[in-house]
């Protein structure tokens, strides 16, 4: 489905600028919520090394994301090093 990777894309793009974890994965969850066939499993915004929540993009960072569509479960995530 074309809503991951439009929904990373936009994620990394917001985090160019947005530095709130909170924001940037209310705006990729928003994204994929345009899709009437996807379910959202999770939009989260984590430490690329301990994959701990944050709450700030800084330093190594992970944009994951998982969605239902119909019966198939699809991934997709995006370092930043912001």
């Known amino acids: 489905a074309l809503i ?3 929904t990373i894309a936009l994620g990394e793009e917001l985090a160019k600028t947005e530095k709130d ?7 990729m969850k928003e994204n994929i919520e345009t899709e009437p066939l996807a379910k959202i499993d ?12 944050v709450n700030t993009l800084e330093g190594e960072c992970m944009l994951a994301v998982a969605v ?11 370092l930043l090093n912001a």
């Open 4 to 6: 991951l990777s439009k």
């Open 21 to 27: 974890a909170g924001k940037v994965v209310a705006a």
């Open 42 to 53: 999770y939009v989260e915004a984590v430490d690329a090394v301990s994959m701990a929540p």
């Open 68 to 78: 239902y569509i119909g019966k198939t479960r699809l991934i997709d995530n995006t």
